[in-house]
């Protein structure tokens, strides 16, 4: 039989495991959900040995579902995941708690203080990327402030990814892709950016870093047992989702932009020029990539389809039982939106609903969601369409931010399973979408990039001209574009205008 890859995919919601050819035809993949634990009203953690059990059910699913002879075809694996968050390891390798993700909120006081006193500005300065409250060291600096123990006990700091490929082969190594948004410079020692936070201890738990494509490690008995993988495959370094996603989706040029509607909004675009790391000035995120002198810059926001997941979850429950199957609830609900017209009738959503508040394209912890303009002719389907187009409006937020011109975007994520929200993010941003086939981007992602690890592809633009297939493509409706520009300078005047009122509202909350 020939080859096959394998790709794991540690999301903040749940975990992929996906089996390719080397045309990236899929031939199993399996899901698993991962649950979010909230303590207090601004935290989410997830326990990391839940983590690491849920991946192996995952792998061993996806392989009885396809047979023995495919399990021994998988000539190499791949490991991508969420980013940033902190995930520490005790002296036995041991997860001191559970890990503190990107979207929590605790730190959002040190965030404060920093933009007041300066460090906030010169850490973009050194490394063009801001600091929120989900950020490595602002909950690392959190934790020395409020939980010293745990920082007392670490040994080690990895990445989602990072901990899942060590489960499965012993190795503890992560990329720079993930090391960028720690914050970690440009040019010069990470000592300067950890003495601007008296943070010195942790640059003794860093993990080395390896090139993306570089095996680590293999499958250890182990994990064979625990996963069902033959032990000895194979596991490359990999990089971070955000990433990975990128690689599948073709962006190998300069110029390049794509999006990632899933939990997150990430919208960004490759390029070859340091300056334009540093611009607009204090916000956004730099990304390192696995090819030589490119970068992603990309303003990534805070709720993506965690917007429609919350307000679907919260007020249509009941609807949802009425169909057992997801893909059918999903198009009743678009079906019914279609009499809604285009800006739902006034009302505007601001999707600012994740327990840290906000990190693009403004930083702001304070920031909550809103729902603008409701009167009494409204229902929730009104409301419902309103979520939709307040995603789409926070997406064309951050590319204004960031000033480059599009063509067209390329789209991935959980979202693009939506053919109305793709056209409605066409007509609000004015520019082609173009869907990929593939179904799971960031696993064929660090799949492609396991393969020209082991000698598969030749490099990543070979591997990309062998998998890469267009599903479908949206146009912007012309009219529609010229409601939704009127529509989204509502939309960035109500954000503008309540940052005060947020601040406030958080004081006596």
Known sequence: MKKLLMGVDVGTSGIKVVIFDLEGNVLASKAEEVPIISKQQDQAEENMQVIWEKTSQAIRSCLTSCGEEIASSIAALGVTGQGTGCWLLDSNLE??????????GRAK?????????????????????????????AILAWLKENQPQHLQKARHLVFAKDWVKFKLTGKIATDLSDLFMLPYPIEGEVKEVLRLFDLLEVEDLLPPFEDPCQVIGEVTPQA?????????????????????????????????????????????????CVDALFKPEGVGITVAYPLPGLYLRSMATMSGTLSLDWFLNNFFSHLRERFPDKQAFFAHLEQEMQRVPPGAGGIIFLP???PGGERAPFIDPHARGVFFGLSLPHDEMYILRSVYEGVAFSVLDCFQALA????????????????????VL???LGVKVVVPRAPELGALGISMIAGVGVGMYKDLRDAFEKVFRVSKEFYPRLEHHRLYREKYNVYRTLREKLVDVWRMNDLIS
């Open 109 to 137: 006081q040190l965030i404060d203080l920093w933009k007041e006193d300066g460090r906030h500005a010169e850490a973009f300065r050194l490394t063009s990327n801001s600091i929120f409250t989900g950020s490595p060291l």
């Open 352 to 354: 600012y609903i994740s």
């Open 404 to 423: 480059t011109e599009l063509e067209e975007i390329r789209l991935s994520g959980g979202g693009v399973k939506s053919s109305f929200w793709c056209q």
């Open 426 to 428: 066409s007509d609000v």
């Open 224 to 272: 064979a047992q625990a996963t069902g993988l033959p032990a000895g495959i194979p596991v490359v370094n990999g990089v971070v989702d955000v990433v990975a996603c990128a690689v599948a989706l073709g962006i190998l040029e300069a110029g390049q932009a794509y999006s990632i509607l899933g939990t997150t909004c990430f919208n960004a675009f490759l390029t070859d």
């Open 95 to 104: 997860p001191i708690g559970n890990a503190i993700v990107w979207i929590d």
